[in-house]
């Protein structure tokens, strides 16, 4: 046999095995590359889900928080009975902040709007309960205090944690829109 129809036919086979070799490493790149976009998208798709009720639990959380500071909560679990207006405004002042500090790392998960909302309802409130408080004789009682709290609300019309929960729920609900 000469060289020619040697190499001619090692060209024929060879050819063909090395475009069968690169055609089998481009399909495996790119179904490797799909696996990898597929495990992606489901990774994103898990991260997505979690977020989300992790946001959620927040708003719920923050809801909470602002029930238990209301008014209405405030003077029905925590009575003023033998407490002084200057000291029952104490106890309510610690409740209030202590209950903040407990849900303070909520702000992460909710928007920075409707923390603001949150943290304006607590300061108003401790703002009007301080207010009453100054405004009251100095031997008041907690009874006092609660009742003028109360009184000056009404006639406000407006409950500051009344003002923040409507916030948080409008930003919830936008949670279950597309």
């Not at 790149?29 to 990774?43: A, G, I, P, R, V």
């Not at 003023?80 to 000291?87: D, F, I, R, S, V």
């Not at 009251?136 to 923040?164: C, H, I, R, W, Y």
Request: with cysteine.
């Amino acid at each position: 046999m000469d060289l020619t129809t040697s190499v001619s036919e090692a060209l024929l086979y060879s050819v063909p095995a090395a475009l069968v070799v690169v055609a089998v490493r481009i399909v495996l790149y790119w179904q490797k590359d799909k696996d990898d976009q597929d495990q992606k998208y489901k990774l994103k798709a898990d991260i997505i889900k979690n977020n989300f009720a992790l946001k959620l639990s927040a708003y719920e959380r923050c809801v909470l928080f602002l029930e238990r500071i209301s008014p209405q909560h405030l003077f029905t679990t925590n009575i003023p009975a033998g407490k002084t207006a200057e000291q029952y405004y104490r106890e309510l002042e610690y409740i209030i902040n202590s209950e903040y500090e407990h849900n303070i790392t909520q702000q992460i998960y909710i928007s920075p709007q409707a923390w603001i909302a949150l943290v304006k309802g607590k300061e108003d409130l401790l703002s009007i309960l301080r207010n009453v408080k100054n405004n009251l004789p100095a031997n008041a009682d907690g009874f006092a205090l609660a009742n003028s709290a109360v009184k000056f609300l009404e006639e406000q019309q407006a409950f500051p944690t009344q003002s923040a929960i409507l916030v948080l729920k409008t930003e919830s609900n936008g949670l279950f829109s597309l």
